[in-house]
């Protein structure tokens, strides 16, 4: 049917109606703590939903229905592990962060080892998250591109500049409260195509289960307990039982709990309890939100017929939802949908810029001397600096890509994977190992970060397995060396010790 005036009508309302929305609702900024963590004293279901909003991206929005078309649910058992790892990240890591009024997640570790490895783990962040946003941000601009017939730079401009002017002006509150509308405008828009499709097909849901069904397939499973045969079969195969849950665990207590881009909105609320609600409404949500985009994925597969995407002439089971949308709904749908999509982006966007705004000010540039002096207005005026060369320079690399097929896409994508695995566990050794030393920790990093590009170098092991194999390394190699620094310790001679006594005394 095509993308009408109506539709760009519709898009053009939504990017003018959000931005000038998020910049009215934020207020005056007086300092950077209200800046970057909203004056701590946001509502904990904002934060929440506003999670909820940020780990969304327009690949989750477009991919997890692509996984249910060409395969199952298996991808639950993940989100299982997701639910688990909130939980832990609620009861283990909040609480320790709101015993000492931490203002970044890497606050915790400059707290416990000291400054420089506060400033090296937050650069690790600053320098992975510029490279995987920049990817997102372009992987964001495919599906406008299919859909709207914009070019990339185009696109791109469009998500980035909406979104960097309301996250400029406004901190950490427009970009929360802004959060919370886009969230309901993709989950609104996806609502509308699966209804748009059950009333399309002659038998509703009885069609979908029918097709999910046929030819002796069950697109319902959910567990997947193969183990492959052996263990380098079962370290390779994706969304196992055991990989899934456990994988999922990990990634979420590094995501959620190690990560600036999510810890910055548990740190601004009011309370320690109320941070934790926060992470509980978000916990509960997503379980509903990834089975709601499987089930899509299912009427889509019903739709078309239960053909394969390739039948389709498509390259990606990533495609297929674009391809209906753009295909198939009606004027006015089709431009709430695109919306949708956009709203995905900009949340996860404005987390991207907000989070390497904050962590640059106030784990590197507040410790210099330069930050001494300033007043709260001079906080502000840095605060909003960082966040425009952030915003800027996540923009322009993004507008550098011209495929998906250029190799730094894929690095960029799977950055995360090197990195989370290495600051779970240095956190861990943090929380948990009270004799760990600076030094420890660091060759415990250095190590888990080095075991995941050998990992990903030389193995087949599947990606929900990373980040529990870099922590377990950096736990491992932390304690050993601690242990060996306490075992080499010279042992002072008691004899010494007895006569500098005497001598004190007399």
């Given at each position: 049917?095509g993308f009408r005036v109506l539709d760009y009508a519709i898009v053009i309302v939504y990017l003018l109606g959000v931005t000038a929305a998020g910049i009215l609702i934020s207020g005056r900024q007086r300092s950077s703590r209200e800046y970057f963590l909203g004056g701590k004293e946001m509502s904990w279901w904002s934060v929440g939903f506003s999670i909820v909003a940020s780990e969304t991206s327009t690949l989750t929005f477009i991919s997890i229905p692509g996984l249910a078309f060409k395969g199952n649910m298996h991808f639950l058992q993940l989100v299982a592990g997701y639910f688990i790892g909130r939980l832990i990240v609620s009861a283990?890591?909040?609480?320790?962060?709101?015993?000492?009024?931490?203002?970044?997640?890497?606050?915790?570790?400059?707290?416990?080892?000291?400054?420089?490895?506060?400033?090296?783990?937050?650069?690790?962040?600053?320098?992975?998250?510029?490279?995987?946003?920049?990817?997102?941000?372009?992987?964001?601009?495919?599906?406008?591109?299919?859909?709207?017939?914009?070019?990339?730079?185009?696109?791109?401009?469009?998500?980035?500049?909406?979104?960097?002017?309301?996250?400029?002006?406004?901190?950490?509150?427009?970009?929360?409260?802004?959060?919370?509308?886009?969230?309901?405008?993709?989950?609104?828009?996806?609502?509308?195509?699966?209804?748009?499709?059950?009333?399309?097909?002659?038998?509703?849901?009885?069609?979908?289960?029918?097709?999910?069904?046929?030819?002796?397939?069950?697109?319902?499973?959910?567990?997947?307990?193969?183990?492959?045969?052996?263990?380098?079969?079962?370290?390779?195969?994706?969304?196992?039982?055991?990989?899934?849950?456990?994988?999922?665990?990990?990634?979420?207590?590094?995501?959620?709990?190690?990560?600036?881009?999510?810890?910055?909105?548990?740190?601004?609320?009011?309370?320690?309890?109320?941070?934790?609600?926060?992470?509980?409404?978000?916990?509960?949500?997503?379980?509903?939100?990834?089975?709601?985009?499987?089930?899509?994925?299912?009427?889509?597969?019903?739709?078309?017929?239960?053909?394969?995407?390739?039948?389709?002439?498509?390259?990606?089971?990533?495609?297929?939802?674009?391809?209906?949308?753009?295909?198939?709904?009606?004027?006015?749908?089709?431009?709430?949908?695109?919306?949708?999509?956009?709203?995905?982006?900009?949340?996860?966007?404005?987390?991207?810029?907000?989070?390497?705004?904050?962590?640059?000010?106030?784990?590197?540039?507040?410790?210099?001397?330069?930050?001494?002096?300033?007043?709260?207005?001079?906080?502000?005026?840095?605060?909003?600096?960082?966040?425009?060369?952030?915003?800027?320079?996540?923009?322009?690399?993004?507008?550098?890509?011209?495929?998906?097929?250029?190799?730094?896409?894929?690095?960029?994508?799977?950055?995360?994977?090197?990195?989370?695995?290495?600051?779970?566990?240095?956190?861990?050794?943090?929380?948990?190992?009270?004799?760990?030393?600076?030094?420890?920790?660091?060759?415990?990093?250095?190590?888990?970060?080095?075991?995941?590009?050998?990992?990903?170098?030389?193995?087949?092991?599947?990606?929900?397995?990373?980040?529990?194999?870099?922590?377990?390394?950096?736990?491992?190699?932390?304690?050993?060396?601690?242990?060996?620094?306490?075992?080499?310790?010279?042992?002072?001679?008691?004899?010494?010790?007895?006569?500098?006594?005497?001598?004190?005394?007399?």
């Amino acid at each position: 049917m095509g993308f009408r005036v109506l539709d760009y009508a519709i898009v053009i309302v939504y990017l003018l109606g959000v931005t000038a929305a998020g910049i009215l609702i934020s207020g005056r900024q007086r300092s950077s703590r209200e800046y970057f963590l909203g004056g701590k004293e946001m509502s904990w279901w904002s934060v929440g939903f506003s999670i909820v909003a940020s780990e969304t991206s327009t690949l989750t929005f477009i991919s997890i229905p692509g996984l249910a078309f060409k395969g199952n649910m298996h991808f639950l058992q993940l989100v299982a592990g997701y639910f688990i790892g909130r939980l832990i990240v609620s009861a283990v890591f909040i609480p320790a962060y709101y015993r000492g009024d931490l203002e970044t997640a890497y606050d915790f570790l400059g707290k416990r080892f000291g400054l420089p490895l506060r400033k090296f783990t937050s650069s690790v962040f600053i320098v992975t998250r510029v490279l995987a946003s920049g990817v997102r941000l372009f992987a964001t601009a495919i599906p406008v591109h299919l859909i709207t017939g914009l070019d990339y730079p185009s696109s791109i401009l469009l998500i980035g500049g909406f979104t960097l002017l309301y996250t400029y002006l406004g901190g950490l509150k427009a970009v929360v409260a802004m959060d919370v509308v886009q969230l309901f405008i993709y989950l609104g828009g996806a609502v509308a195509a699966m209804v748009l499709i059950l009333h399309r097909l002659p038998h509703g849901w009885a069609d979908v289960t029918a097709f999910a069904t046929s030819h002796g397939q069950d697109k319902f499973a959910f567990l997947n307990t193969a183990t492959g045969g052996s263990l380098r079969a079962f370290l390779a195969a994706p969304y196992t039982l055991l990989g899934g849950v456990l994988g999922g665990t990990f990634l979420t207590m590094a995501s959620h709990g190690t990560d600036q881009l999510l810890v910055q909105r548990l740190l601004g609320c009011r309370t320690r309890w109320d941070s934790q609600k926060a992470l509980m409404l978000d916990a509960s949500f997503i379980l509903l939100q990834f089975g709601f985009f499987l089930v899509l994925g299912l009427c889509l597969y019903a739709f078309y017929g239960g053909v394969t995407f390739q039948q389709l002439g498509l390259a990606t089971s990533d495609e297929v939802f674009p391809k209906f949308i753009v295909e198939n709904l009606p004027t006015g749908v089709a431009g709430l949908v695109v919306a949708g999509v956009l709203a995905s982006a900009m949340g996860t966007l404005s987390s991207s810029i907000s989070s390497l705004a904050s962590a640059t000010y106030l784990d590197l540039f507040q410790l210099t001397p330069l930050a001494r002096g300033l007043d709260a207005k001079g906080e502000v005026r840095w605060s909003r600096i960082f966040t425009l060369v952030w915003g800027v320079l996540l923009i322009g690399g993004a507008m550098l890509f011209t495929d998906t097929k250029n190799p730094v896409v894929e690095l960029g994508l799977k950055i995360a994977s090197v990195t989370y695995g290495g600051l779970l566990g240095t956190f861990f050794l943090g929380l948990f190992f009270r004799r760990t030393t600076q030094a420890d920790a660091l060759a415990g990093f250095v190590s888990g970060l080095l075991a995941m590009v050998a990992v990903l170098a030389f193995t087949r092991i599947d990606y929900t397995w990373h980040t529990l194999i870099g922590s377990a390394v950096t736990i491992l190699v932390g304690n050993g060396c601690r242990v060996g620094r306490e075992w080499f310790r010279p042992v002072p001679d008691p004899r010494g010790v007895i006569d500098k006594s005497k001598a004190m005394n007399s």
